[in-house]
């Protein structure tokens, strides 16, 4: 979810109306946005709905709200003019990076917060709805520093251009190893022979998609008055929704739109292109959905409401949206708009009628049958987490070479592997709490998974109970005792044979059985106790339930 | 206090000091322990408890004993300096100085110490020319008629003169010892008189007693309990809710694209061992292949892009209690029917005082024929007065790729003020049409962990697995 930063004056001069702190607050609930801070003027809006691209900008923010709030009714529109520039996209991107779309943006008024919110649109888009470049990469150019027609092609490494933050050519296999883009992006067309390359009719290079711009017309700067637009990925109909998104912005600011030729093998495209799309609404299904019995009047209303618009076809509406809305494939994407448009608080709730009864499963009713035995020997519950290591749950307990289900990306050395018993966890408790008053007197009831390459996931889940016992007065007969009472409560039948734990004192432990379930019981041995950094006696019983 | 008073609130012992005191002189604790019947701890005890009462005069006076020093102690147990020299020489009669200080286990200072006074007494010579020292018969006899261990040892029955050197060394030193003799003063006898009258002994109610720590069920626990029963009582059915899950019930069952951001590493976990898990039948595979690549059944144009079976098998440690939702919507769903599962989650985040690495989430759904958006903000308005205790309630829109339309429940909780209490949305008609399901789903999620900290009264997150006893101990039982 991209948090978006937006000047409250800013949007308000684009919106074309004041707000208070709460309207504004209340008003971003129209866009999704939760305000997540405050600094003085400047807002940073959670914007939760990661298929609305068009909405992460001051300028997206302001025409969606200017639609809601009624100051536009309607379609938001955009005027194209032919700019005459055409690109030519060679088709040795094919594997590379084969698609790309362009604009041009003339008398655009460059002042810091319209820099601001065109590198934050950029960032965001390119991020989130680019999947971090890979699918949508974008540049903007000084168009005043481009000579004529551009050209997008598969070029040499050897190729040399002086890339933005740098004085010098560089190589564009240099580039890749070098420059802080370079590193950062470069995994995405490294493995290629060739890499893309955008220049114009003299040769000179505007940039390096999706890497880094040139130092030349890639530089923005306070005088910049036309600007050249280019989106390159490998969806034609992203990248378009992309540039879209962009143009929609920089006239929002004042920019005049216009198009660029493509030439691609011979076909012709241009972009960028305002176009809609319709999607059929079944107007009973959308009152049966929403529980609101709104006329076909009200519901052509809303849709206006909501930057659409609509015309009754018999049951079902034809609705008409801008085609840069990417998240409508399907009615119930329209019948949210609306009723977010009707608001949702003015809608009374109802409550909900079922003759349907509840239940615990019946492993939650008996594991806490399980908690009520142990409280009713005086222990104290406690709850540890699933996640562990292998220095717990195996070097410390001197095992080794033990197979657990383990992470692929871990973010930490202590949270590596998912736990095979609990015991280790809570030697690791007693050592945190040495201080408070003996006798400690311990249980947990918790998960522990095992490699069940037979089980619908590989693993098989336990459930365990756990006691831990520290006192020096307690042993394994005392223990034996605990065991004994919980098993003879529970009605579980059990055995116990000898038991070749090396965490255990020999003689003083036992391995459990109950039916196919399994367990361990005894006194801790002192090397183990050492491990934990114990001095005091410990005795464990853990059993599957 | 009157005297009857007094005699009442006497212990056994009390009584059975004041009557071996009475008509006698001054008593210390171990004449008065052996005259009442009682150990010389409890005659201590008494002697202050009726010192208190005023019922006894206390006299103190000083005496001078012998004890040893911490030093001396040490030296006790682990020999002096010259014993241990001898001790050594004794198996080995000849050794040099080096060895002599290894075997010994001596440092230079205590060396020197040892030497001196062992060729003082004659018990060692130094051998000439060498760096080398041997026992002398005189020092074996001193040895083999050393009966009574060290020289430290019961130092308090020895005289001053026979340990000036030990007092030098540090290792000795003379203590004032305090003696404490009672004697019975006229009070005292007159509450003798009064212990016939005495038919029970009354306690002091008000004093300090031992503290006990019972066995109980930790805080957190007892709170996921009580929303447990709370949801039963609302009609809903927990489902099964499994640690690691297969990416098809936490991402592909609910329409979120294989390529979403969200699917990526650092957002969720994922499994080295066991990586790939089984899928359901192939029908219920080819439908949530149909809904991502063409809306399948639904009037949805899909995602527009070639699902892989492969990604949907990979496992993961669950990262969303809606991961369990969709396996019910897969596996024996009754409709109608409400769900729920308070599940066990993990997201690779840092662990601190505002977040954890596995925390629960409590999720569910309601599916009927019937189901409308109101009767989703009717849920959500009866959530909030149940768990938040809250009458307002307000709704705002928000985005779960796997529902539409979708709303954020905020609640005044009558404490915390407003507070985001959940989400909720109706699952989308991707998932409910190519399932085969009709009517429509209402699906929540409660945001527990918020509450479970009002509740236990705790503004750091981590304790909700408190790794504290001492707290655990002390904490209140989670009262509804």
Redesign the interface.
């Known amino acids: 979810?991209p948090t978006v930063e937006v000047e409250k004056k800013d949007l308000e001069k684009l919106i074309g109306k004041k707000f208070s702190k709460q309207e504004l607050e209340d008003a971003l609930?129209?866009v999704?946005g939760?305000v997540d801070a405050w600094e003085g003027n400047l807002i940073k809006v959670d914007m939760?709905?990661?298929?609305r691209p068009d909405l992460w900008s001051s300028e997206g923010i302001a025409r969606e709200l200017k639609g809601r709030l009624g100051i536009r009714k309607g379609l938001p529109e955009y005027k194209v003019k032919k700019s005459g520039i055409s690109a030519e996209v060679d088709s040795g991107l094919k594997n590379i990076r084969p698609k790309a779309a362009y604009a041009i943006a003339k008398g655009v008024k460059v002042t810091d917060e319209f820099i601001r919110q065109m590198v934050q649109l950029q960032e965001k888009i390119c991020m989130?709805f680019g999947?971090k470049r890979d699918?949508v990469a974008i540049g903007l150019f000084d168009l005043d520093q481009v000579h004529g027609n551009v050209r997008y092609y598969a070029a040499d490494k050897g190729e040399e251009f002086i890339p933005l933050e740098y004085k010098v050519k560089m190589r564009l296999d240099e580039i890749l190893q070098e420059h802080p883009k370079g590193k950062e992006y470069g995994h995405l067309i490294a493995k290629f022979d060739k890499f893309p390359l955008l220049t114009d009719s003299k040769g000179d290079v505007l940039s390096m998609p999706p890497i880094i711009n040139s130092a030349g017309s890639g530089k923005i700067t306070e005088k910049t008055r036309n600007l050249f637009v280019d989106v390159t990925g490998f969806n034609q109909e992203k990248i378009n929704t992309a540039l879209k998104i962009i143009c929609m912005a920089l006239a929002d600011r004042g920019g005049k739109i216009e198009s660029v030729e493509i030439k691609h093998k011979g076909k012709k495209l241009t972009t960028p292109e305002f176009g809609t799309k319709k999607i059929s609404v079944d107007l009973d299904s959308a009152r049966?959905?929403?529980?609101?019995d709104f006329s076909n009047k009200q519901f052509l209303s809303l849709i206006r409401k909501s930057g659409m618009v609509g015309k009754i076809k018999g049951k079902k509406a034809e609705v008409t949206y801008a085609d840069y809305r990417r998240d409508i494939?399907?009615?119930?994407?329209v019948?949210?708009d609306i009723?977010?448009s009707e608001g949702?608080?003015s809608?009374?709730?109802?409550?909900?009628e079922?003759?349907?009864?509840?239940?615990?499963?019946e492993e939650?009713i008996y594991l806490?049958k399980v908690?009520d035995v142990?409280?009713?020997?005086?222990?104290?519950?406690?709850?540890?987490?699933?996640?562990s290591s292998r220095e717990r749950q195996e070097e410390k307990i001197g095992l080794k070479g033990e197979?657990?289900?383990?992470?692929?990306?871990?973010?930490?050395l202590n949270?590596v592997i998912?736990r095979k018993r609990l015991y280790p966890e809570h030697l690791g408790?007693l050592f945190?709490?040495k201080n408070?008053?003996y006798p400690?007197?311990?249980f947990e009831i918790g998960?522990a998974?095992e490699?069940g390459?037979g089980n619908?996931?590989?693993?098989e889940?336990k459930e365990k109970l756990c006691i831990v016992v520290s006192d020096r007065r307690f042993g394994f007969t005392q223990m034996k005792s605990v065991l004994d009472a919980v098993c003879s409560n529970l009605g579980i039948k059990y055995s116990i044979s000898d038991s070749g734990n090396p965490a255990f004192e020999k003689g003083k432990s036992g391995e459990i059985s109950m039916g196919k379930k399994r367990g361990v019981l005894g006194e801790i041995n002192q090397k183990t106790l050492n491990e934990f950094g114990l001095e005091m006696p410990v005795s464990v019983m853990e059993i599957e339930l | 206090m009157d005297l009857k008073a007094i005699a009442e609130s006497l212990s056994k012992i009390e009584q059975d000091s004041l009557k071996a005191l009475s008509g006698g002189g001054k008593m210390n604790a171990a004449e008065l322990g052996e005259k009442a019947g009682v150990g010389i701890d409890s005659a201590r005890r008494a002697m202050a408890w009726m010192t208190e009462k005023n019922l006894v005069d206390l006299s103190e006076s000083g005496e001078i004993m012998l004890g040893l020093t911490a030093k001396g102690k040490n030296a006790l147990e682990e020999g002096l300096p010259e014993e241990r020299m001898l001790n050594s020489l004794s198996g080995d009669e000849r050794q040099s100085f080096d060895d002599l200080k290894k075997s010994a286990e001596l440092d230079q200072q205590e060396f020197n110490i040892a030497l001196g006074l062992n060729k003082r007494n004659a018990y060692i010579v130094i051998v000439p020319g060498k760096q080398e020292i041997e026992i002398t018969e005189v020092g074996k006899d001193f040895l083999s008629g050393k009966s009574g261990g060290s020289a430290l040892s019961g130092i308090e029955n020895k005289d001053e003169s026979e340990v000036g050197d030990l007092i030098k060394r540090g290792l000795v030193e003379k203590k004032e010892i305090i003696e404490r003799k009672i004697k019975i003063n006229a009070s005292g006898e007159k509450v003798i008189s009064q212990l016939g009258n005495v038919k029970e002994r009354k306690y002091n109610i008000h004093g300090e007693v031992p503290k006990i720590?019972?066995?109980?069920?930790?805080p957190?626990?007892q709170f996921l309990?009580s929303v447990?029963r709370k949801?039963?009582?609302?009609?809903?059915?927990?489902?099964?809710a499994?640690?690691?899950?297969?990416e098809f019930y936490n991402f592909d069952v609910l329409f979120q694209p294989q390529?979403?951001?969200?699917r990526s590493?650092s957002d969720t976990?994922?499994?080295?061992?066991?990586?790939?898990?089984?899928l359901p039948d192939k029908k219920v595979i080819k439908a949530v292949k149909d809904a991502h690549e063409t809306?399948g059944v639904?009037?949805?144009?899909?995602?527009g892009y070639s699902w892989l079976e492969e990604i949907a098998a990979k496992?993961m440690?669950a990262a969303h209690g809606t991961a369990h939702s969709a396996r019910q919507l897969i596996h024996n769903l009754k409709v109608?029917?409400?769900y729920f599962a308070i599940a066990?989650c993990?997201r690779?985040?840092?662990?601190d005082a505002t977040h954890l690495?596995?925390f629960n989430q409590c999720e569910g759904f309601?599916v009927?024929e019937?189901?409308?958006?109101?009767?989703l903000?009717?849920?959500?308005?009866?959530f909030a007065i149940e768990f938040a205790g809250a009458e307002e309630v307000?709704?705002?829109?928000?985005?779960y790729?796997f529902t539409?339309?979708?709303?954020?429940l905020s609640a005044k909780h009558p404490d915390l003020g407003w507070i985001e209490l959940g989400g909720s949305g109706?699952f989308?008609?991707?998932m409910l049409e190519n399932l085969g399901i009709k009517g429509?789903a209402?699906a929540w999620g409660i945001g527990i962990d918020r509450l479970a900290m009002f509740k236990l009264g705790i503004k750091d997150i981590r304790y909700?697995?408190?790794?504290?006893?001492?707290w655990?101990?002390n904490s209140k039982m989670v009262l509804d």
Not at chain 2, 231 to 240: A, P, S, V
């Open positions: 979810m609930m129209y999704k939760e939760k709905d990661t298929n989130t999947r699918e049966k959905m929403s529980g609101i494939i399907h009615a119930v994407d019948i949210e009723l977010i949702f608080n809608i009374k709730p109802e409550q909900v079922m003759d349907v009864i509840g239940h615990e499963r939650s806490d908690r142990c409280v009713g020997l005086g222990l104290q519950e406690i709850l540890t987490f699933v996640l197979k657990f289900v383990e992470l692929a990306n871990p973010v930490s949270w998912m408790f945190r709490n408070a008053d400690q007197r311990i998960r998974l490699l390459p619908e996931t590989g693993v889940e | 720590f019972i066995g109980k069920k930790q957190y626990v309990n447990r949801l039963t009582e609302l009609g809903f059915k927990e489902m099964y499994p640690l690691v899950v297969q390529n979403h951001p969200a590493w976990y994922q499994l080295k061992n066991p990586k790939l898990g089984k809306g639904s009037a949805s144009s899909g995602w496992l440690p109608p029917g409400k066990r993990f690779p985040d840092v662990l690495i596995e309601i009927g019937d189901l409308n958006f109101k009767h903000l009717g849920m959500l308005k009866q307000k709704f705002y829109p928000d985005y790729p539409e339309p979708s709303v954020q109706m989308r008609p991707e429509q209402i909700l697995f408190s790794e504290d006893l001492n655990l101990r």
